[in-house]
């Protein structure tokens, strides 16, 4: 039978979707028995999702995040431009089909 | 027809060797692609490993003009995605070097032993939680008790909890195997768990109602 620590560290370290169907059985059943390693549980999930909303999905919709697109797309054309523009001319057309599908 | 269709999807999934290909050729469209695709999970991520507003928008800039800077080494073996991440990564960790405690030994692992007897089990166990007033108390505490924590365990973290990746890509981008990457969650999510359990208890951090 699994130990309470044994249990915190597998569900601590993500380790439990890796486990054999019969250890995770014995984890679920000792889940159900034991208050504390529920709690320890469900605590980690809060954090994880305290952290998913402190993050927000606002960031795309913050007022410089356009600026910040825009000057990213500059400076990575102007990077692509300059490098190609040292070595050989850039084919005015990309090839039909480059590379085979299959 | 069938063909066209495929080879058109496959031209413009990012994930396809197709579009590996248009990477490597620096491609301004498929870097344009790129660009509009993962640049707002790059800046969360930067901003959920602890950088500044300011900060983690000159970290992105520099992620993705690094990206184009060695896109003709891209060879799609891994995706777009993980090969961004892998460079915010050691962005990130240049950026937080001066602060970053990424030592070996942590003492995180000590305070969760010590919560358990000789047998495994609890002899200091959670606090009991009300839900409600859990999730409060993780909004109100959780950005002071992240900065405590070294850039690879948080970086671990905000892949895991914010980016909803699978262990296999955290991997990847951190460059650690998976038994690593189970220790850096197992500490980072303990010393988050001991840091709100500490302040829930401290008088002064109630929550004014």
């Known amino acids: 039978m699994s130990s309470c620590r044994e249990v915190a560290r597998l569900i601590a370290s993500d380790e439990l979707a890796d486990a054999a169907w019969f250890n995770r059985a014995l984890i679920r059943l000792h889940l159900l028995m034991c208050r504390h390693c529920r709690g320890y549980s469900a605590q980690l999930r809060a954090i994880g999702a305290g952290a998913r909303d402190r993050s927000g999905s606002n960031v795309a919709d913050s007022a410089s995040f356009e600026k910040l697109q825009t000057s990213v797309l500059e400076r990575c054309l102007d990077a692509s431009d300059g490098t190609i523009a040292e070595g050989r001319a850039p084919d005015p057309e990309p090839p039909e089909s480059p590379i085979d599908p299959l | 027809m069938d063909k066209t269709t495929s080879?058109?999807?496959s031209a413009t999934n990012v994930g396809s060797p197709t579009f590996a290909a248009r990477i490597r050729e620096r491609d301004a469209e498929a870097l344009e692609e790129v660009v509009r695709r993962?640049?707002?999970?790059i800046l969360r991520a930067a901003r959920g490993a602890g950088l500044a507003q300011q900060l983690a928008e000159d970290v992105a800039q520099d992620t993705f003009v690094t990206f184009v800077e060695t896109a003709p080494r891209f060879e799609g073996r891994s995706h777009v995605r993980t090969w961004l991440f892998g460079i915010l990564y050691k962005k990130i960790s240049a950026a937080r070097r001066s602060r970053a405690r990424d030592d070996e030994m942590d003492d995180i692992e000590e305070v969760f032993e010590q919560r358990f007897d000789s047998a495994g089990s609890w002899t200091r166990p959670p606090l009991p939680v009300d839900t409600e007033v859990y999730d409060a108390e993780v909004r109100q505490g959780i950005d002071d008790c992240l900065d405590r924590v070294?850039?690879?365990?948080?970086?671990?973290?905000?892949?895991?909890?914010?980016?909803g990746m699978d262990a296999q890509e955290i991997?990847?981008?951190?460059?650690?195997?998976?038994?690593n990457l189970g220790v850096l969650l197992h500490r980072v999510r303990n010393r988050l768990r001991e840091c709100l359990e500490t302040k829930g208890i401290e008088p002064e951090s109630h929550v004014e109602l």
């Open chain 2, 171 to 179: 991997c990847k981008i951190l460059e650690v195997t998976r038994t």
């Open chain 2, 7 to 9: 080879e058109l999807e």
């Open chain 2, 150 to 163: 070294p850039t690879n365990q948080r970086m671990a973290f905000v892949l895991r909890e914010i980016e």
């Open chain 2, 38 to 41: 993962y640049l707002p999970h």
